[in-house]
């Protein structure tokens, strides 16, 4: 039986493992109640926020989205815009990651179901 959120924590660990922060931890938090869709507070801290009330892809969309500001802090400190053209390139990284993580999931869905 899938627990809750099982699809969203394998992407978290996909991307932590393809794109891993070098200096810094983090802890992602599923929570409810939140007033955005998630929050990435202080990365040297290590705390990724991600509201449970949203939709999945509208999850999925947020964990890349904070997972690209730990990558930039991680790699580039505490700059002064947090959507930087360094933020848009770890951003564009993570994306990328999550897409071949997609395509290598529907290749193995069609090796499982012979089509």
Same mark, same amino acid.
């Given at each position: ?10 992407? %978290? ?11 810094? =931890?983090?802890?992602? #938090? $599923? ?10 507070? +202080? ?16 999850? %999925?969309?947020?964990? %890349?989205?904070?997972? +690209?500001?730990?990558?930039? $802090?991680? #790699?580039?400190?505490?700059? =002064? ?10 951003? +564009?990284?993570?994306? #990328? +990651?999550?897409?071949?993580? %997609? ?11 012979? #089509?």
């Amino acid at each position: 039986m899938k627990k809750k959120h099982d699809y969203e924590k394998l992407i %978290i660990k996909y991307l932590c493992e393809t794109v891993p922060l070098q200096k810094h =931890k983090v802890l992602w #938090r $599923f929570v409810s109640n939140l007033k955005d869709y998630g929050s990435c507070t +202080a990365p040297n801290k290590g705390v990724i926020t991600i509201s449970v009330d949203s939709k999945q892809q509208e999850m %999925i969309d947020t964990i %890349i989205h904070e997972y +690209a500001h730990a990558i930039d $802090f991680d #790699r580039n400190g505490c700059g =002064k815009e947090h959507h930087s053209e360094e933020w848009g390139k770890c951003y +564009a990284e993570v994306y #990328r +990651a999550y897409l071949d993580l %997609i395509h290598k999931n529907k290749e193995e869905r069609k090796r499982n179901h012979g #089509r």
